[in-house]
C-alpha cells in the first residue's frame, strides 16, 4: 500500500496548553481570593464585580472551562491526530475552536463579575454566550468526526471513544439546561421553574461532571499513561467495559443531587442505586490505570510525569468512591450544603484534573520542543508541594464540613439548638478556612514554578512546529461485518454506529430523568397562597441573582427536625412554581433564607447590607453599600413580566399594565418604615439636605435596597399567611 | 413543554418505562460482557499497542 505523507497540527496543541497554563493561573487565583475572603470579608470593599457572590461563578467556571476545557482541548487534538494517523479534518475549524473558546472565556470573564448571570450553577452564562458556546462546540465534533472518518488507522483506540461520549453528552446536556427566554440581550429567564429547573439543572450538573470533566480525561489517561510509561494498558478487555457502563451508568445518577427534596421517591432511589453501581466502572478505570504502571514503579520514583499520574488516577478513585458514598441518604443529610462538598470538588479538580492536565503539559511540551524538561528537581517540587497543598486543602474542609453538620444538628434537652446562632458554626470553623487558604496558595505555587519550568524548556527547545509523517492510506473493507469478525470489532472501525450506540445509552438514561421532571405538576401540590410575586420583588429577586446571593444562601428547608426548627417549615415543591430560575443553592455559607421573610424588620435588612458585621457580629458576609445607594432599574420590569407570563406565570394584563404604579407604592410603603428608624432617618434627611438638588441624589424609594428589601420580606411568607387564615 | 408534558401525562403506567430502561440496560451489558470475554488474544494485543506504535510513522527532520 502506498505510503501517504501528512502533518500533525502541533501548533493548535501548542496554543491550548498554553491557554490551559494562562487560565489555569486565573481561575485558581480568584479561588484563592475567595478562599481569604472566608478569613477578610470585606477586602474588596465597596467594589461589586470583585464581590464574593460576583466571584464565586467566574471561579467555578474559569477552573471548569477556561482551564481544564483548554487542557482537555490541547491533549484531544494531539492525540486524536496521532490515534488516528492523520491531521486534525480542518485547520479553519481547529482555528474557530481555539479562538472561539478563548472568546468565550473572555466574554464570562466579563459578565459574570458585571452581575450578568442565570445563577444556574455551572451554567451561569447569558443566552448569547450559552449559544456560541454550543456553536463552537459544533465546530469541535465536526472537527473531531470529520478527522476519524479520514484516518489511516482502522481501528478506533479506546480514548477516542471517550472523547466521542464527550461530545455528544455536552452537547445535549447545555443545550437542554440552557433553554432560556431572553429578556434583553443580557437577561434571561429560565424556561424550567423551582422542582423542575432544579431537575434539569443537576442532571446537568452532575453529567456535566462526568462528560466535560471525567470521559474527556479518561481517554486522555487511556493515551497519556501507557505513552510516558512505554506501556500499553493493563486490560484492553476492561477498558471496553469500563467506557461502555461508566457512560450508560453515569447519566442516571443526577438525582443524587437533590435527596431530601421534591423529587418522586423512586427517581431519587433511582439515582442513588446507580450512584453506587458507579463504583464499579470508575473503580475498573483506576485499577486500569494504575495496574498499566506495573513494572515500572522504579520509574514512578524519578519520572515527575508519572508522579503526576498516579496522584491524578488515585485522586480520581477517591472521589468516585466518596461520590457514591455522599449520594446515600444517611451521609446526604449530613454532608449537603456543607463544606464537605467543597473538599469533595475539590479532590476532583485538583488531583484528579489538575494534576493530570500537569503530567500532560510536562510530557508533552519537552516532546514537542524536541528537547529535555528544563529541570526535573523543579518539577518534583511542584509533585511535592501540589500534593501538600491538596492534602492541606482537603482535609481541614472534611474537618470543617463534619462539625458544620454536627453543630447544625446539635440539640439541647429542652429541644432547642445548641448552637442556635449560625453564627456560632462559623466562628468555630475560621482556622479550617485559614489552612484551606494555606493549602491552596502551595497548590497555585507549584503552578507558577511549572509556568517557570516550561518556559525555561520552550526557551531551549525548538521551535514548536507541524510534525511530518507517514502511514499508509485505509484499504476500503466494506461497511459489512467480515467473516469472523465480532461485532465490538466490526464496531471499533465504525466511528458513526459507535457514535449512535453511545448516543442511544446516554439518550436511555437520560430520558428516564427528563419524564419524571417533565411528570412533576408545576401545580403539584397546589397551594392556592403562592402567589407571583409584586413587580418590585420580581426586580429585587433580579438582584439577588446578580449578586449571586444563591452561592452562600440555600433556599431549600429539608424535612429535618434541626433544620426546621432553625429556620422554620420545611420546603414544600408548591412553592416554588413561579420560581424562574430556581434558587435552592447548594452551600450553606450562610443560613438558609426561605423563610426570611418578616424575620427581621425593614431596618435591619438595611443595615445588614450596609455592614452585616453591625447586625451580625463575627458574620463572614460582605457588605454591599452600592444597593443602598444605586439607583433599580426598571426599565425592563414590564419586559420581565411579559417573559414570566409566558413561561406561565398568572400575571394578568391588568398586572403588568399597573405594575410600574404598584412598584412605586410598594417602594414608597418601604421608604416609610425605613424612616421610621430615627437614627436613619436623620443621616437621609441629611444626605438629602446635602445632596438634595444634585442629579445625583438618588429619592430613597427608587434604590435598589427597597426592591431587595422587598423581596427578602417576602420570602417564604405565602405559606405562614396561609396558616394564619 | 406544556404541549409534551400533556402527552406524557395521558401515558397509562408511565413508570414501566425506566424498568424497561434498566432490563435494556441488564441486557446490554451483559451482551457486551460476554462479547468482551470472547475477544481474540492477539487483536486485543493489537488494539493495545495502538498508542505505542504511532512513533513509527513519525519522521524526524
Partial sequence: MELQQFKYDNLIVKKFLYATLLWGIVGMSVGLILAFMFLFPNITEGIPWLSFGRLRPLHTNAVIFAFIGNALFGGVYYSL??????????????????????????????????????SKEYAELEWPIDIAIALVWVAFGINMIGTILKRRQRHLYVAVWFYIATFVTVAVLHIFNSLAYPVSLLKSYSVYAGVQDALVQWWYGHNAVAFFLTTPFLGLMYYFVPKAAHRPIYSYRLSIVHFWSLIFIYIWAGPHHLLYSALPDWAQNLGVAFSVMLIAPSWGGMINGLLTLRGVWDKVRTDPTLKFMVVAITGYGMATLEGPLLSLKSINAIAHFSDWV??????GALAWNGFLTFAIAYWLIPKMAKTKLYSTGLANFHFWIGTLGIVLYAIPMYISGVTQAFMWKQFNPDGTLVYGNFLETVAQIIPMYWMRAIGGSLYILGAIIMIYNIYKTIKVGSPIEDELAEAPALEVVGGRRLIGEKFHAWLERKPIQLTLLATVAILIGGLVQIIPTLLVKSNIPTISYVKPYTPLELEGRDLYIREGCVSCHSQMIRPFRSEVVRYGEYSKAGEYVYEHPFLWGSKRIGPDLLRVGQKYNDAWHLNH???????????????????????????????????????????????????????????????????????????????????????????????EIIAMIAYLQRLGTDISQAKNK | MKFIKGHLESIDGIAIYPIISLVIFTLFFVLLFARVVLYKKEHLEFLKKIPLTEDENTIVS
Fill in chain 1, 342 to 347: 467543597i473538599a469533595h470538588v475539590h479532590v
Fill in chain 1, 81 to 118: 491526530q496521532r490515534l488516528l494517523k492523520a491531521r486534525m479534518y480542518s485547520n479553519f475549524l481547529s482555528a474557530v475552536n481555539f479562538w472561539g473558546w478563548q472568546l468565550i472565556i473572555v466574554a464570562a470573564a466579563l459578565s459574570i463579575p458585571l452581575g450578568y448571570t442565570t
Fill in chain 1, 609 to 703: 447590607m450596609y455592614d452585616p458585621q453591625s447586625t451580625s457580629p463575627g458574620s463572614i458576609m460582605p457588605s454591599y453599600p452600592w444597593l443602598i445607594t444605586n439607583e433599580l432599574d426598571t426599565r425592563q420590569t414590564l419586559a420581565k413580566m411579559k417573559v414570566m407570563a409566558k413561561l406561565g406565570v398568572p400575571y394578568t394584563d391588568e398586572d403588568i399594565n399597573s405594575a410600574l404604579s404598584h412598584l412605586e407604592q410598594q417602594s414608597e410603603a418601604i421608604k416609610n418604615r425605613l424612616l421610621e428608624d430615627p437614627q436613619f432617618a436623620a443621616s437621609y434627611k441629611q444626605e438629602e439636605a446635602e445632596m438634595g438638588g444634585s442629579e445625583d441624589f438618588v429619592p430613597l424609594n427608587n434604590r
